[in-house]
């Protein structure tokens, strides 16, 4: 009877000892399982729109699917809750690109940014799709008014001359008498500059806003 009751004890202590659940050691695993879902892919399309210029962009909190459009009726943007974050991610990825040579029609920095090939590829890594010129870019988002310039907005100059917009960069800080933007310029590639650097207080044409 002793004997008995040491194999009842002994088969309870393996039976509390078996796994009750497997360990799940990766990402893909869990998925596998059914544990973890990924996210939708979320993708903005930003296309211009010459003949509305400075409409504001609306927020679409129910819309889950973030896109901005122009060729719809309305526009989308990404969550107010969220833009904050974005804008500071937005400066960080582009800033990480300081010391970058200048190319024209360049996106990267190994071969060098051209000043909207710049903004292209900061945007476009967070599935912002910008159109590749900077006087194509001057037409989408919200038009400012100076006073309401702020972090993460592009900035546009007309630097030869003319009428058409043909610079490009992301404004990183702003004071009351002062707007900082990173850019690539032709001379020293990826740098950042400021307004009260004479060229670019001379030359510049507009702000405008692509995160709300």
Known sequence: MKHVSTLLLLMLFFASCKPTANIITSKNEA????????????????????????KPLEIKE????????????????????????MIRQLINSASQN????????????????DCSGLMFSTFKKFDITLPRSSNDMAKVGKKLNNDDIKKGDLIFFRTNG???????GMVTEVSRDEIKFIHSSTQK????SSTKEPYYNRTFAQANRILQ
């Open 31 to 54: 998925q596998k399982k059914g544990l973890y879902k990924t996210s939708e892919n979320k993708r903005i399309v930003v296309k211009p729109n010459p003949k509305n210029v400075s």
């Open 189 to 192: 590639g990826v740098i950042i």
């Open 62 to 85: 129910a819309d889950k699917k973030i896109r901005l459009d122009d060729s719809n009726a309305e526009d989308y943007v990404i969550n107010v809750d969220h833009s904050n974050y």
């Open 162 to 168: 003319k009428s058409v917009i043909n610079h490009v």
């Open 98 to 113: 300081l010391g970058a040579g200048y190319r024209t029609g360049g996106t990267t920095p190994e071969g060098g940014f």
